[in-house]
């Protein structure tokens, strides 16, 4: 499975952003998808997932102002950004796996990842 993440860019406080990670060469209606983000010097850090299931996890920082989904005949995920404050810049990565439900907030239990966009958002 090979990903491809779009979208990044730069956003004011308070602004929306829309990220697309489209697979290629596999369907992944069988896989869990998921986005992390890792800012300079700190690790990778989980944001959503949806798996196969198409139930949906959080992380708390971003609860109620990113929103995943995914479109299975596109071969596509999506995460909704609102609200994005300036703590949410960072490369978003998507990843895609057949993880347990206990691996899903973790990166290394994703077996493919995207090649990351940036998002910054300013204050």
């Known amino acids: 499975v090979q990903l491809q993440a779009s979208g990044g860019g730069l956003v004011q406080a308070g602004g929306s952003l829309n990220l697309s990670c489209t697979a290629s060469?596999?369907?992944?209606?069988?896989?869990?998808t998921g986005w992390f983000r890792q800012a300079p010097g700190k690790e990778r850090e989980f944001v959503a997932a949806i798996r196969w299931t198409s139930n949906t996890y959080y992380a708390d920082s971003v609860k109620g102002r990113f929103t995943i989904s995914r479109d299975n005949v596109k071969n596509t995920v999506y995460l909704r950004m609102s609200s994005l404050k300036p703590e949410d810049t960072a490369v978003y990565y998507c990843?895609?796996?057949?993880?347990?439900?206990?691996?899903?907030?973790?990166?290394?239990?994703?077996?493919?990842w995207g090649q990351g966009t940036q998002v910054t958002v300013s204050s």
């Open positions: 060469g596999r369907t992944f209606s069988g896989y869990n």
């Open positions: 990843g895609a796996g057949k993880t347990v439900l206990s691996g899903t907030y973790f990166p290394t239990s994703y077996n493919y």
